[in-house]
């Protein structure tokens, strides 16, 4: 727009990026674990202080689909009842959007077992802990403390948790940012109920 009004008051000769083609997005593949490498996780005692804590902190993630940043700001004020139930209430670090995600009874068992106070740690740090519990647990994919997030979004949406509540427990700014991050777990979700159909 910028470059059409400098050229149509002849500021300029041409438009400059006329010429230039941009490169073509490439989706990458949604990395999470499957229900049973989950449960096989869980299961895992590592008998090492440093990654039974990566453990729990990624597990943190995987029951209640918060960032790496929002575990680490999380505190116990976090916590609100809302009929009768127990709610993790808070802003995203990242973009400030308001998330709200039921408190899992697994998630309630982690956080009063650190006394409701998570050790921070570094991300880098995490990561490299979680490549080493992925070799220990024989997982082909690599565990990054992102990957905690996404399952829990990618087994909520295979579980059929509607995608607007997804999207809501998740804290992304619109529904558009959901359906593009999980449109290939929505399309297995929808083969598997038409199968339900057939059957």
């Known amino acids: 727009m910028l470059f059409k009004y400098a050229v149509d008051n002849e500021y300029l000769g041409y438009t400059p990026f006329l010429r230039h083609k941009s490169k073509k997005f490439i989706k990458k593949p949604i990395l999470f674990l499957t229900e049973e490498e989950l449960a096989r996780l869980e299961a895992k005692d590592f008998n090492s202080p440093r990654l039974d804590f990566v453990k729990d902190f990624f597990l943190l993630q995987c029951y209640s689909g918060m960032s790496f940043a929002d575990l680490c700001a999380f505190t116990k004020d976090s916590v609100k009842l809302v009929e009768d139930r127990h709610f993790i209430v808070r ?18 068992l982690i956080f009063e077992k650190y006394n409701w106070k998570l050790p921070v740690k570094c991300n880098q740090k995490m990561n490299c802990y979680l490549k080493e519990i992925a070799d220990i647990c024989g997982f082909s994919l690599e565990l990054t403390t992102h990957v905690g997030r996404k399952t829990f979004a990618t087994l909520s949406l295979s579980m059929g ?3 607007e509540t997804v999207s809501k427990m998740v ?4 529904i558009k940012q959901t359906l593009d991050a999980y449109a290939d777990v929505l399309t297995s979700k929808m083969i598997q109920d038409m199968a339900i159909l057939e059957g």
């Open 91 to 108: 802003y995203r670090q990242k973009t400030k959007v308001p998330f709200i995600v039921p408190l899992l009874c697994k998630a309630e």
């Open 161 to 163: 948790v509607p995608i």
């Open 171 to 174: 804290g992304h700014t619109n």
